[in-house]
C-alpha cells in the first residue's frame, strides 16, 4: 500500500513541537507573553548570539523516542509529525551542512530525529518530518519579510538582526541550507511518510516546485502537505486550528490541533482541551475525511507534559473499552 493509500486510513496521528524554544518556555528577560511557545525568538526580538546560547543549555536527559512513540501508539495515532527544524533555525538531528544542530551545538549530543525514526520502525509507526523552508530566523536570507503577522505584530522575518532587506535573497537560503538539510533527511532516516512544510510567505511557484520536486526525487512515496505553497502539495492542510465543517470525500485533508493554546512548550499554558472535546473533534474530522494531527509539546527534558500524557492515555483507555 502507497502512502497516499495509506495516509487516508490513518486518521490520528501526534504532531511534536520540540527546539531550543522549550527552554524559556514562553518567558523572556521576567515577561511571559500570550503567543505560541516556538516563537519566542521573533516576538522577543532576540539577537541570534544571545538565542544561540540556548544550545549550550539544552540537555533533556528524559528524552526517551520509545516512550514518545509508545504513548502515541497505545492511543491509537497511526503516525507522528516531528519538527526536525523550526522558524528558530536549529535542526533536531545531526546536520553535515550546519552546526547549528542538536548534535553538534549541545551539551546532549544525540540525534533525535534518527532515535525517533528507530522507534517508530520498531513499534510500527510512520514517521513525518516538518521542516520550516523559508522561515529561518537564524539566518540572513530567512524568508517572511513581506508578512507582518497581525496577531504577533511583527514581521516573519529576523530583521533586528539582519534589518536591510534589499539584501535577503531566499535563493540563498534555499541552496546552503534548505536542499541539503531537506537532502539529509530524506537519504538518512528510512522512508518518511511526508516531509511537512510550512510557512512558504514569500516563496515563488519556482522555489516551491523546487522542493517539492526534490522530495519526489528522493522518495517519491513520500507526502508533501499543501504548506510547501503555491497551490502545489499531496495533502491538504488546514490552518492551525481550524476545524472544517465541509465533507471531503476526494483527495488527503488534515488539520492540526493543539492540546492547549500553545505549539511549542510553555510552563504556563494550562488551557488544557478536556478528552471528551479532543475525541469530538477526532470524531468530527474523521467522519468528514479529515486527519486529526493532534500536538505535544515536550518540556527542555525531554517530557511530555504530564496533562498531554493523561489526555492520551485517557483516549487510549477508552478506545480498549469500545
Known sequence: MNNKEWYK?????MFIHWGLYSLPAGEWQGKRNDFPGEWVMTYNRIPIKEYEKLATAFNPIYFNAEEWVLLAKEAGMKYIVFTSKHQEGFAMFKSDVDSYNVVDATPFGRDVVDELAKA???HGLKLGLYYSQELDFHE???GGVNYIDPWLGCEWANNWDFPDKSKKDLNILLEKKVK???????????DLLCI???DPCDSTIEQSTEIYNLIKELQPDCLVPSRVGNGLGDIHSFGDNIIPEEEYKEGLWEACVTMNKTWGYKTYDNNWKSVDEILKIKEHLNSRGVNLLLNVGPDYLGRIPAPSVEILKEIAKR???K
Open 140 to 142: 540572513e536570507h530567512g
Open 120 to 122: 517508530c520502525r520498531k
Open 9 to 13: 486510513n490513518a486518521q490520528f496521528g
Open 180 to 190: 541539503p538539510q531537506l537532502r539529509e533527511l530524506l537519504t538518512k532516516y528510512g
Open 196 to 198: 511537512w512544510c510550512d
Open 319 to 321: 478506545n480498549n473499552n
